[in-house]
């Protein structure tokens, strides 16, 4: 307070002295040299303190027991910090704590001196350390697939403070796939935060936050969280032969249960059935087709979201007999249309060869009998189903396809040699045949249907020779 009573003392007797001309000649350009005024502040840690010194001069010489005024600039506004008075070398300091933001360290020093004239020193912003952090990520590394789990992020600096606000969270779902976004989490005044997370599948998590002005950023280390399968996975013996073709998961289950769902064709559909499963010719069209979408089991234990296209009046006993394994968890292996796998000139329709050695498992295929080209397979009527495809093989008369080692040998709940298994046991309930047994073990025929279809099945029987897929 005296500090500032004697400032202003100064400043009035100056002024009085060029008003009035007691003994005081106000000061030509010539004879006035301006003062000059620097202020500089040491580098230092957010929430440390440094002291901002100030220099005075005039005309290159230090002025002492001046008082200067030095000010703060906050929230746009510049607020008083002290009034110092310089030492016999124009010096003075005054200790500041450091923010966290550049903002917040802009300081300014003036000095009223007597005259027209004032000297300012010009804003500085005063440089913050950055500091080193630690960003860690953790939570179980086992979760049931489907199931919902909390990870803990925790973010400090090297001292031990806190580091709040805005990190992100990235997950990837193998172990060598990309980093993708998946949310932005806020830690609070302690620096955590807790995320439930629902992971389908083997998945990877990693948090990591930006550097800032008063901390360096970082990456959490990668915490991996196993999804153990909902279902049973199928254990298959050792020395049996694997697909030769190997397809992507398909996406996973929607709804609850088997969730069937039947449609008329979508154009997109449609689209890429034209030219492959479906050509001039056949002897169903568009508007007798349906589109059934339904959840299966697949052999690591995971609910999948499986397509085929088959007859309108066979498409619901087709549905009913895939719900009922789904309740029972009977898996299949997959279950893609056979459009995916292109055009074969070999059965003048869609490749056959290829889904049965992805173990696909299928229904509508406008095409000729795999192994006896001329006669028209069954499935060109949307009315017969393919199962598990890799573990049931088909005696054709050129040979058994996919593989010959499954045929020999069978499986309680992929591979079936007699009409005592499970999975026959539902087709039939359905009203699905094993028409041709161990002839063609993948196959199953929808009975239903009137006496039109029952011939026209006859007739294609009696065509191929007994044996048809």
């Known amino acids: 307070m005296q500090r500032m009573q004697r400032l202003g003392q100064r400043v009035l007797i100056g002024f009085l002295g060029v008003v009035l001309g007691v003994g005081v000649l106000a000061p030509t ?13 040491a580098a230092a840690y957010a929430g440390k303190t440094t002291p901002i010194r100030i220099l005075l001069t005039d005309a ?12 703060r600039r906050r929230g746009g506004s510049w607020t008083p910090v002290s009034v110092e008075t310089t030492d016999s070398n124009g010096q003075a300091s005054v200790p500041a704590v450091m923010g966290r933001s550049p903002q917040s360290n802009v300081f300014r020093a003036s000095y009223p001196a007597v005259g027209p004239e004032q ?28 199931d919902s789990v909390e990870i803990r992020v925790r973010w400090v ?44 599948g083997d998945t ?8 800032r002005a008063w901390v360096q950023g970082d990456r959490s280390n990668a915490h991996p969280i196993n999804s153990i399968p909902p279902g049973k996975p199928v254990k298959l ?44 010719g056949c002897p169903v069209g568009r508007g007798g087709l349906r589109y059934l979408r339904i959840n299966y089991w697949d052999y690591q234990g995971y609910d999948r979201r499986g397509e085929l296209v088959a007859n309108a009046d066979a498409v619901r ?44 498992t299928s229904a509508f295929n406008c095409r000729q009998v795999v192994g006896n080209p001329g006669a028209r397979s069954p499935h060109s009527y949307g009315r017969s189903l393919d199962v598990n495809t890799w573990e049931n093989p088909y ?19 992929v591979a079936w040699r007699s009409r005592s298994h499970a999975v026959v046991r539902v087709m039939a309930s359905h009203g699905l045949r094993w028409t041709y047994g161990n002839g063609d073990t993948q196959h199953f025929d929808a009975r239903a249907g009137g006496a039109r279809t029952s011939a026209r099945l006859n007739a294609t029987f009696l065509e191929c020779g007994g044996v048809c897929d």
Not at 204 to 211: E, F, I, L, S, T
Not at 327 to 348: C, E, H, Q, T
Request: hydrophobic content about 35%.
């Open 204 to 211: 990877w998590w990693q948090a990591r936050g930006k550097r």
């Open 157 to 200: 600096t090297g001292n031990g403070e806190p580091v709040s606000g805005p990190v992100r969270l990235f997950r990837k779902v193998s172990k060598g796939g990309k980093w993708k976004k998946a949310r932005k989490v806020t830690l609070d005044a302690t620096g955590r935060a807790q995320i439930t997370v629902t992971p389908s």
């Open 29 to 41: 350009a010539a004879q006035a040299a301006p003062f000059e005024l620097s202020l500089s502040g």
């Open 119 to 146: 000297a300012t020193s010009g804003p500085v912003t005063v440089p913050i350390k950055r500091r080193d952090s630690t960003l860690t990520l953790g939570g179980p590394k086992r979760v049931k697939d489907g």
């Open 395 to 413: 005696r054709s008369a050129q040979g058994t396809v996919p593989n010959t080692w499954w045929m020999g040998h069978s499986h309680k709940r």
């Open 317 to 360: 006993q087709m549905a009913g007999a895939l719900a009922e394994m789904y309740r029972k968890k009977l898996p299949i292996r997959a279950m893609y249309r056979v459009d995916r796998f292109g055009w074969s000139n070999r059965v003048r329709g869609g490749n056959d060869y290829k889904s049965m050695a992805a173990g696909n």
């Open 60 to 71: 290159g010489q230090p002025v002492s027991g001046a008082d200067v005024l030095i000010q």
């Open 237 to 280: 013996p050792k020395n049996a032969p694997s697909p030769r073709i190997n397809l992507p998961d398909q996406r996973r289950g929607v709804g609850s249960g088997a969730n069937p769902v039947i449609t008329q064709i979508p154009d997109r559909v449609w689209r890429q059935m034209t030219g492959r499963t479906w050509h001039a």
